[in-house]
């Protein structure tokens, strides 16, 4: 395995004061959760400053049953199987996964990505009890869970599945994630950075 790049330093001041808006990746909800956003009040401003944060994406490969391969990138997670039954794998370069607090040592630009899954034989009532602990961060360790940081992720499963991020598609059989340090930039009005 290859080591990520640390694309933040500690103690520096993240990002840099830029004029006008230059694309980049837009607000969603987890985004704006890790930057302590109001996901409601982002809209981009028609005039003045911004912060421009650099972020790392995520490059998500999925085989499907047929052989086909799907390649996108993410800014925030992918999400494969079913939370309640089988396997169930979460990968991430955020700490926010659908507004929850997974990873909370994962931040938007360290150049690496979190990765989560569930032991296909965890109980339903172990699963529930394991995503409520989560509104708390209470969710770890657990016997059936195992957790990782790295550059890349890489798993086939022995049933098709689901997997659900900017794409949602069934039937997949193999997954892989690789973290694209600095991989593209969001902008942030500068009200919510003073």
Not at 62 to 74: D, P, Y
Not at 147 to 171: A, E, L, M, W
Request: aromatic share 6%.
């Amino acid at each position: 395995r290859r080591t990520a790049v640390v694309t933040i330093e500690k103690g520096q001041e993240w990002g840099r004061m830029v004029a006008h808006h230059g694309g980049g990746e837009p607000l969603n909800p987890d985004l704006c959760a890790e930057l302590g956003l109001d996901s409601s009040d982002t809209s981009p401003p028609s005039i003045g400053r911004w912060r421009e944060l650099p972020i790392d994406l995520l490059r998500v490969e999925m085989t499907i049953e047929s052989g086909e391969v799907i390649t996108f990138t993410t800014p925030t997670h992918v999400v494969a199987g079913s939370r309640l039954r089988g396997r169930y794998c979460i990968v991430s370069s955020t700490s926010f996964v659908n507004r929850r607090r997974i990873f909370a040592r994962a931040h938007p630009n360290d150049g690496r990505l979190d990765w989560l899954e569930l032991d296909r034989p965890m109980a339903l009532r172990q699963r529930i009890l394991f995503f409520r602990r989560t509104r708390t961060e209470t969710h770890l360790p657990h016997p059936q869970v195992r957790s990782g940081s790295s550059g890349d992720y890489d798993t086939t499963f022995d049933k098709p599945v689901r997997v659900r991020s900017k794409i949602d598609r069934r039937g997949v059989s193999s997954l892989r994630v690789e973290v694209i340090a600095d991989g593209s930039t969001v902008y942030v009005p500068l009200p919510h950075c003073e």
